[in-house]
Every structure is written in C-alpha cells, then in structure tokens.
C-alpha cells in the first residue's frame, strides 16, 4: 500500500504478482493509471483488470512519468 499524499496514485493503485507462469502487474482501475515501459523503451498504459507480464529490466509508472520505479525479475 502506497502512502496517500502522493498526488496522481490511488490507495490501492496495482498489485503485482507471481505465479508459475512469472510476473504479473494489474492496474485495479486507478485513476491516472499504470503504465510499463519495455527494455526497447515503448511505454504503453495497462488495461485496467487485465493482468500483463512483466519482464526484468522493465519501468513501472505509477500515474504518469514522475513516480516509477524499475524491476529486477529473478
């Protein structure tokens, strides 16, 4: 759970997670969204509910460019 006085993110902004199949990021319909930029530098925003791959290497933004951080799958 994020802090609350971050502008642009939700209480509740995206989960993450792991099953057998790797790494899951899932926007849960937050307000400014979520978005991953790929190792080829593409930024695309996430469907919200709809659960997308993420892959080592790979940027998560949370409600635009100013708040991301990056992923190390192992």
């Known amino acids: 759970r ?3 006085d971050i502008n ?4 509740n902004h995206c989960y993450l997670e792991a099953n057998t199949g790797g790494w899951y ?3 849960t319909h937050s307000t400014y969204g ?3 930029q790929n190792a080829g530098g593409d930024i ?3 469907v919200p509910g709809k659960k997308d791959p993420i892959t080592s290497g790979m940027l998560i933004y949370l409600g635009s460019q100013n ?3 990056g992923i ?3």
């Open 67 to 69: 708040f991301s951080f």
């Open 2 to 4: 994020l802090p609350a």
């Open 72 to 74: 190390s799958v192992f």
């Open 44 to 46: 695309y925003k996430l």
């Open 8 to 11: 642009g993110l939700s209480r």
């Open 25 to 27: 990021l899932t926007d």
């Open 34 to 36: 979520t978005y991953l």
